[in-house]
Structure formats: C-alpha cells, structure tokens
C-alpha cells in the first residue's frame, strides 16, 4: 500500500522539481495508489503512469553524476 507514493518520495530525496512538478507526482501516486486500494478505476493507471513519466523527466537529479560517482569508485579499488 502506498507504494507508488514512496516511490515518488524516494525519487525526490535525489531529484529537484518544480513545486508544481513535485507536487503533480505526488498527486498522480496518490491516485494510482488509490486505485489499487479501492480496486476502481483500473482502466485510468496507464494514462497516469504516461503522465507520471513524462513529469518525472522534468526533474532535475541532484545527487553526484552518476558517471562520476563511479570513475571515483573504481579509483578507490
């Protein structure tokens, strides 16, 4: 339960967003969460995991490059 909410949550501990960006997310979770709470409404989850991804690329990642975060690994082994 609640899951596509912490997936979002978890999301934005390493991305940045727009208050309406973020706040878009959370809402959309919420929705799909409710969704498979109640059992209705089933046929609205791919048009919200559409417009969940396509908000989701509008984030911004704040943590280390990825690229970079590993090269720094490496060198350390």
Do not use: C, F, Y
Not at 18 to 38: A, F, K
């Amino acid at each position: 339960m609640h899951r596509h909410r912490a997936a979002v949550e978890a999301q934005l501990e390493q991305s940045a967003g727009t208050p309406i960006i973020e706040t878009t997310l959370r809402g959309l979770s919420d929705r799909w969460d409710e969704i498979e709470q109640t059992g209705t409404d089933a046929k609205q989850i791919p048009a919200i995991a559409r417009v969940m991804m396509r908000t989701a690329e509008q984030l911004t990642n704040t943590e280390t490059d990825l690229i970079s975060q590993l090269e720094a690994e490496l060198r350390q082994h």
